[in-house]
């Protein structure tokens, strides 16, 4: 690029998407008004030059810091490392095809060994700059808050204008004005600041501005009434609803041509739905990435019943844990009215528990146990039992409990546009039926369920010593397999990455060969073109490897088909590398593997369980998805990618002042979460979020860690004030119990368990209503919103565990509970928690 257009750089990244728009004149011209004229043109001449089409052939072997790979584009082959192909895509969507300004761009990658030299020899020749370690260090891991559905629908269009108007008091009172914009029932005004106003007083309103050019003769004025103010130092805003006690057809009519007839001239305001568009997105990307299980709980006559269950890919595995031998869902048994009950004592912020389960298998029959936190305290003498018996076994899990109160109008989510733009937009804004919310009616709460099932847990249970001889007295906390729990509906909400075929739970026994070695494992789940299935040991081979399955137990019910060594290709290992997901190898007997499958399918549909997909009512999956945005208790955060570096970029949550929110607030302004424990430790940048992202691959489940932070909100500087390290920086147990000791002594411990996955690409098609709209006004704004959303890479959830580490780590109950206020600035003692950390 030439040397003087560098300094607007960033305005061509803005214009890239626009340059085969009819209307590219006019958008230079808005976006670059403030550029003189003459480098406006030679601004318009660099973009055209970068949108030509281009047929040069990459190879950057040996000039980037990064491992090549063959990259085919539309029967090209290129030779790219994962941040050149991510920056030839994302110019390719921006030029729509392959241009000169994505080769450019490739060929200028900040990992290019001819970028970096430049660089240092640009560091080398500038003067040395002050010292900023004064200035905040969170600065860089601000994350806007933005609460999920969240955002206006307005019932017609408002157009923007800008024309002078007379107000009259109910003192009649004269005052001027300047109309922002106006809708057939409302007004937007900027007045000056020297008038007092208050939300509710009534106003006249004359069209000066209108009389003039249409001849307006309206000499009663228009009734208004002030709905809200935006007060700044310049001026006042003033928000009002027009008042239709008076009958005004006349103006009512000409109000309407007025609008439909300027709004392309004068453009429509859609800042509302900008918003719905940015907000929709960001739930896009994290409802088929979040691992918790949200249940709904029915309240009828004081009992609370389960009654539905939200799946999707990353927690059905969580889900299906809680299937018998024959493929019956038991996760109600997790859901007791006196669990629920026990939670909702608790204040609100903290109506939660934790829960520990396991199975046993006998004579091929599961058996499940679970007790709740409260329950083994409730019972002392099989406490440590519980504990340490459970945590031995293979099906252990520990799971964190919390009860949310919901409505079930949550479930509708209209779109942010008005019914009038299209008959399309007005089917979609239709309220659910009758039928969809007599099912929904009495929910009143959402229980959400969080495997925090890990190691470092797991390994401080074991310790806990057990005595086999009183093993039978944990029938205590066994669920009775005559007595069954109440029956929890599955719906797995619809999204663009779903698999192309259902998948159906069977649990049957499975042997897998690979290199004349044989595993033993079961299926979780089955498909005509794919299998899961878990393996009683580890699985040493890698990704795309090729192995036979046989079928014993399926090969009973079948002597059309021979079920062994079917050949079967490896598409995913779990991080623990015993379950694996398989698609049929496409060989000589492939279509008799297909075909056993299929017909498998076709006759036990009444028997095998797979996903909802095809709904018993239309829109339950959707509206219960609805509900659940409405009231995510966790913050959910996203990740974007500047140069090589993976930064904070968004959050979301619905949860009120807690211990969480009160930690991300720190040095944060209005609006915003600081996101640096995540990033920042004790000692300089962690790399888990960085580390993660860049080995993970979309649609994996996410990876899971824990963080541990010493909080003194006190403090005056955020090295001060927050002192993080991730569970695997500690050598040993008794490091991290005495961080959490020192860390009490100085002011508050928080433990988080951290969840991050890769994100997809967004669903698009379900937000083209609104794209649609916002494209036929302000197709360039709608381009810079659609290539931002695109930039979105990873998206995790933060979960507050404080109260479980606290236990596993022996503090006791009352040093639980003072940890929840414990604010105060203590005298740092003799022990600091970097030479604690930096111990051998």
């Known amino acids: ?186 007004l937007k005004l900027k007045i000056s600041k020297e008038h007092r106003f208050k939300a509710g007083d009534r106003l006249a309103v004359q069209f000066r501005g209108l009389e003039h050019e249409y001849m307006l003769d309206n000499r009663q004025g228009v009734q208004y009434v002030i709905e809200s103010i935006d007060r700044n130092a310049q001026d006042q805003r003033l928000h009002l609803k027009r008042l239709f006690d008076t009958s005004m057809p006349s103006f009512d009519r000409f109000l309407e041509r007025f609008i439909h007839g300027n709004k392309r001239r004068y453009k429509v305001n859609m800042d509302n739905t900008f918003d719905a568009i940015h907000k929709k997105t960001y739930e896009q990307y994290y409802i088929p990435n979040f691992t918790s299980i949200p249940v709904y709980i029915d309240s009828t006559d004081g009992v609370f019943k389960p009654r539905y269950a939200l799946a999707n890919d990353c927690n059905r595995q969580d889900i299906f844990y809680w299937n018998n031998e024959i493929n019956d869902l038991k996760l109600g048994y997790l859901f007791s009215d006196e669990r629920i009950r026990q939670c909702l004592t608790y204040p609100k912020g903290r109506q939660e528990t934790y829960l520990y389960a396991f199975h046993h298998i006998k004579n091929e029959k599961v058996y499940f146990y679970s007790a709740s936190h409260e329950e083994l305290l409730a019972n002392p003498n099989l406490h440590e039992l519980f504990l340490s018996y459970g945590s031995r076994k293979v099906s252990w899990r520990v799971y964190k409990f919390q009860v949310q109160e919901v409505e079930p109008k949550q479930s509708h989510r209209p779109l942010s546009i008005a019914d009038s733009i299209s008959e399309s937009v007005k089917r979609q804004n239709q309220p659910p039926t009758p039928r969809l919310m007599s099912r929904l009616r009495h929910l009143s709460h959402i229980a959400l369920l969080t495997n925090v099932t890990d190691d470092s847990n797991t390994l401080c249970f074991q310790k806990l010593p057990l005595n086999r001889a009183k093993l039978p007295s944990l029938k205590v906390f066994g669920h009775p397999r005559n007595r069954s729990p109440e029956n929890i509906q599955v719906f797995r909400f619809k999204y663009a990455n779903q698999r192309r075929e259902s998948r159906f739970m069977l649990r049957s026994a499975v042997q897998l060969k690979v290199e004349d070695i044989i595993i033993e494992g079961h299926t979780e789940d089955i498909s005509t073109h794919g299998i899961k299935l878990e393996l009683k040991t580890f699985f040493h081979k890698a990704t795309d490897s090729q192995v036979q399955l046989s079928f014993p137990q399926l090969q009973k019910v079948t002597r059309k088909y021979d079920l062994s060594n079917l050949s079967y290709q490896v598409r995913h290992i779990s991080n623990e590398r015993n379950v694996l997901h398989l698609s049929v190898l496409n060989d000589e007997n492939s279509s008799a593997t297909k075909a056993f499958f299929e017909e498998l399918i076709k006759n036990n549909k009444n028997k095998l369980k797979a996903y909802r997909d095809e709904e018993d009512i239309p829109g339950i999956g959707e509206a219960l998805r609805n509900i659940y945005a409405n009231n995510v208790p966790n913050v959910a955060f996203f990740i974007r990618k500047e140069g090589t570096k993976f930064v904070p970029d968004a959050a979301a949550t619905w949860a009120n002042h807690n211990r969480l929110t009160n930690l991300l607030n720190y040095q944060a302004p209005p609006g915003e979460f600081n996101l640096l424990p995540l990033f920042e430790g004790f000692n300089g940048p962690m790399n888990f979020v960085q580390h993660t992202l860049s080995h993970i691959k979309p649609h994996q489940r996410p990876v899971m860690s824990e963080l541990f932070v010493a909080f003194d909100p006190n403090k005056n500087s955020a090295s001060e004030a927050i002192k993080s390290c991730y569970i695997d920086q500690f050598a040993n147990d008794d490091q991290r119990r005495q961080f959490i000791a020192q860390a009490l002594e100085q002011g508050q411990f928080i433990a988080l368990k951290i969840f991050l996955a890769r994100t997809g690409r967004p669903d698009i098609d379900r937000l083209q209503s609104e794209i649609n709209y916002v494209g036929v006004y302000a197709v360039h704004r709608a381009k810079q919103l659609e290539e931002k959303l695109w930039n979105i890479n990873g998206v995790g959830d933060i979960v507050d565990i404080t109260d479980l580490v606290m236990s596993r780590y022996t503090f006791d109950t009352q040093a639980i509970v003072n940890n929840y206020e414990r604010q105060l600035h203590h005298p740092q003692k003799s022990i600091e928690i970097e030479q604690l950390l930096n111990a051998e």
């Open 1 to 186: 690029m030439n040397q003087d257009l560098e300094q607007y750089h960033d305005i061509i990244e803005q214009l890239k998407p626009m340059i085969h728009e009819p209307e590219f004149s006019q958008i230079l011209a808005q976006v670059a008004g403030s550029v003189p004229k003459q480098k406006r043109f030679l601004l318009k001449m660099e973009l055209k030059r970068l949108a030509r089409p281009c047929t040069r052939l990459i190879d950057l072997r040996g000039h980037v810091d990064g491992k090549c790979k063959l990259y085919e584009y539309e029967n090209q082959e290129h030779y790219l490392d994962d941040m050149a192909i991510e920056v030839f895509e994302r110019q390719v969507r921006s030029f729509g095809e392959y241009t000169v300004g994505v080769y450019e761009a490739v060929l200028n990658t900040e990992n290019n060994y001819r970028v970096m030299h430049k660089k240092e020899q640009q560091a080398s020749s500038q003067p040395k700059q002050p010292d900023n370690s004064t200035l905040p260090v969170s600065r860089g891991y601000l994350a806007p808050i933005m609460p999920f559905g969240e955002f206006a629908q307005r019932g017609e269009e408002r157009m923007n204008y800008s024309m002078s108007v007379e107000l009259f008091t109910e003192n009649n009172k004269s005052m001027l004005a300047t109309t922002v914009d106006l809708s057939l029932s409302g």
